[in-house]
């Protein structure tokens, strides 16, 4: 919230009824009202708006009352006073403030103002951590005091929300700790939808915590812990994140398929809530679909389609493209467009398309740690395709064409060849691939051969149950004589034009 719009927030309105006797009340009200209206517009001179408001205070406690104007004036002394940066001024005020919540306005507006405060206070980076943390803890006394429990638990959320911006993990570890006590089931050990909500809530401060500290273990217990809470309705902002983080920790571990999965119900999420970083999201999901080498277009879904031509997805959207044609060096030039200070008049639209690019991709630290195993998977799908002709392959003309140094190729040729992707071997000497055409021919037949003899195999037992359920133990003993035409087995027979099988040998 900016400042101009902080300090011309709507005030509250209120109808009063009168009662005819009630003449001289009326006109006091009325006199308050205007020294509020005309006190406020003295706020471009703070020192005397603040008299002003002061003043409207000061009767109010003289007449040992409690009222909406004195409220509403010290409301404006804490937005002024803070603005001004005199923050202890600010805090004094606020205490007094609170000291209304009680008695002096009703539960809504005392919530709502002290959220817009805490708001504001929140935003104000000039104000050091522990003058900030001052002004949550004498909210939490106050709303201690008023047995106010949910706008309690509003506040420690919104306190746990700051310190996981201001990445204080000590003091943010201190407040999850208070709010799991508080979502504990009952003494009969139900647990309601709100607390089944606010433990989602919880679990996805926690989880983002443990994400940005690179805790994967404790992330990975957090996860399990929120898939597990179905007394819940939370909302799609909260599933967002639970699901955006749980697609990290896969990407984390190479489970491309499950990465991709959860960062489509993360888009989904977001986008149901509405949330901007659903765009961030989908970037993560085209990712995670490059890695698994899947030959879907991501942007076919009804879902996804909407926003393949948003600015910030474009980018990506040709990255697919050229994953799925296996052009090397149309990615490359996607993920390394150079950046340039500012476009000059003479730039051409291919040249600020890939500082786009470089903005919308490479900018981002995560996406950027897995740019790598996008262009080696590229890399082995281009190697794959390029070598089907061949016997022998120089490594030194792959590197040429993929203009990568020659102990990269030969990494990844090596890792194809244990991955059995490839039948063939490296000649270091010769720095060579060869490849071995009839050996791969040969074990393909061989796989073929094994895996026929092992359906016969299974197909002989079904018979021979069959008949033993069907004829009795003489049938089933006559199925092994000669004369049958075949027989299948460990040792092989000879039979009137028959042909026998014993393991993976064939009698003519």
């Given at each position: 919230m900016s400042d101009d719009g902080f300090m011309l927030e709507d005030d509250e309105e209120f109808e009063f009824e009168y009662e005819e006797d009630d003449d001289d009340e009326a006109e006091g009200v009325v006199d308050v009202e205007n020294e509020y209206y005309t006190a406020k517009s003295q706020r471009d001179e703070p020192d005397v708006a603040l008299a002003s408001f002061q003043k409207i205070v000061q009767n109010e406690a003289d007449a040992g009352e409690q009222g909406d104007f004195g409220f509403k004036s010290l409301k404006q002394m804490t937005k002024l006073t803070f603005k001004l940066g005199r923050y202890e001024e600010a805090l004094k005020y606020y205490r007094i403030l609170l000291t209304y919540t009680k008695k002096g306005v009703t539960r809504n507006v005392a919530e709502k103002s002290i959220n817009n405060i805490l708001d504001y206070v929140s935003a104000e980076s000039a104000l050091d951590t522990i003058k900030m943390q001052e002004f949550y803890e004498v909210t939490m006394k106050a709303l201690e005091e008023a047995k106010n429990d949910r706008l309690s638990t509003k506040t420690n959320l919104k306190l746990a929300k700051l310190w996981l911006d201001r990445q204080e993990y000590g003091r943010l570890n201190k407040i999850l700790r208070e709010l799991h006590a508080s979502c504990a089931p009952d003494e009969d050990g139900d647990v309601d939808s709100s607390k089944g909500t606010l433990q989602l809530e919880v679990y996805a401060l926690e989880i983002q915590m443990y994400g940005e500290t690179k805790n994967n273990k404790k992330l990975r217990e957090?996860?399990?812990?929120?898939?597990?809470?179905?007394?819940?309705?939370?909302?799609?902002?909260?599933?967002?994140?639970?699901?955006?983080?749980?697609?990290k920790m896969y990407m984390s571990e190479k489970d491309w398929p499950k990465a991709q999965i959860d960062f489509f119900e993360a888009f989904k999420s977001y986008d149901e809530a509405g949330s901007p970083q659903r765009i961030q999201v989908l970037k993560y999901l085209v990712l995670a679909h490059m890695l698994m080498d899947s030959q879907i277009n991501p942007f076919d879904s009804q879902e996804t389609k909407p926003y393949k031509n948003d600015r910030e997805i474009v980018a990506m959207t040709n990255l697919v493209s050229a994953y799925q044609r296996r052009d090397v060096h149309e990615a490359e030039k996607i993920l390394r467009g150079a950046r340039v200070p500012s476009p000059p008049s003479d730039l051409n639209t291919h040249q600020i398309l890939l500082t786009d690019n470089r903005a919308t991709i490479m900018d981002d630290p995560f996406i950027r740690g897995y740019i790598d195993d996008v262009l080696r998977s590229l890399r082995t799908q281009w190697i794959l395709e390029i070598i089907k002709p061949y016997n022998r392959v120089e490594i030194i003309y792959l590197a040429r064409q993929l203009k990568i140094p020659p102990e990269e190729v030969e990494d990844i040729l090596v890792a194809l060849i244990l991955d059995d992707k490839i039948q063939g071997r490296i000649d270091q000497v010769t720095q060579r691939l060869e490849i071995d055409r009839h050996k791969a021919l040969e074990t393909r037949r061989y796989a073929s051969l094994d895996k026929w003899t092992s359906q016969l195999t299974s197909l002989q037992g079904v018979m021979l149950q069959k008949s033993a359920s069907a004829g009795g133990p003489d049938r089933s003993a006559q199925m092994g004589m000669p004369g049958m035409g075949m027989g299948m087995g460990g040792s092989s027979w000879t039979g009137a034009g028959g042909m026998g099988m014993g393991g993976s040998e064939i009698w003519a």
């Open positions: 957090i996860y399990e812990k929120s898939s597990r809470v179905r007394s819940a309705i939370p909302h799609p902002r909260i599933q967002g994140v639970l699901r955006e983080c749980g697609g």
